[in-house]
């Protein structure tokens, strides 16, 4: 006669109620590592190794934050005669270390066709120099009797959509009206490129 098999035991994930070893092909493993780090190490054991290089990681950041560095005494002395310039360097870093990029002052002015033959004139840009949107629209769609609008744009941005082909005109109604906005900080898009408007 035939041994009885013993059924076998599946260790579930807390989070996503998969069997653990499926959870890196689950909907969100990032939610599942620290379950699966705390409750089946063995399964994952990369996952410990990463887990234990960003506790070393964080351990360092926060003794630099405070002024102790891996320097010692003279360190902490450095640290102290630079004035504090370290909490500038970290309003500049974002998540993962990179550095956040300042914003370049410049207007870009791109002419879309809708249906063939109706074009819109998006200007973006212009609130980097003060300008408010809103009163920008409104001497835009004067000047050139037409419709403007503030919009969202595609990242999120605001951005003017002015109806009607008005592209090259509109660098000349720039300049005069807002006189902090140099023509050199003006462009194009064409083709796709970033053309200069000077």
């Not at 089946?40 to 934050?65: F, H």
């Not at 870093?93 to 998006?122: F, S």
Request: with cysteine.
């Amino acid at each position: 006669m035939a041994e009885k098999l013993e059924p076998a035991k599946v260790l579930y994930c807390g989070v996503c109620s998969l069997p653990a070893e499926y959870c890196e092909f689950g909907p969100d493993f990032g939610r599942c590592k620290p379950w699966l780090i705390e409750n089946a190490p063995d399964l994952y054991p990369d996952l410990l190794k990463e887990a234990n290089e960003k506790g070393a990681d964080k351990v360092s950041d926060q003794l630099q934050s405070v002024g102790i560095s891996s320097g010692g005494a003279d360190g902490a002395q450095s640290s102290a005669q630079t004035g504090g310039t370290s909490k500038k360097e970290e309003v500049k870093r974002l998540p993962g270390g990179k550095l956040k990029k300042k914003e370049r002052q410049e207007v870009i002015i791109e002419k879309v066709v809708r249906n063939k033959r109706k074009c819109i004139t998006i200007v973006k840009g212009l609130e980097l120099f003060g300008i408010k949107l809103s009163d920008a629209s409104k001497k835009l769609g004067k000047k050139f009797a037409t419709g403007a609008s503030v919009v969202k744009g595609p990242t999120e941005k605001e951005q003017i959509d002015v109806q009607g082909d008005i592209i090259y005109d509109i660098v000349e109604f720039i300049t005069d009206t807002w006189p902090d906005v140099p023509e050199r900080s003006i462009f194009f898009i064409e083709d796709g490129k970033k053309v200069q408007a000077g």
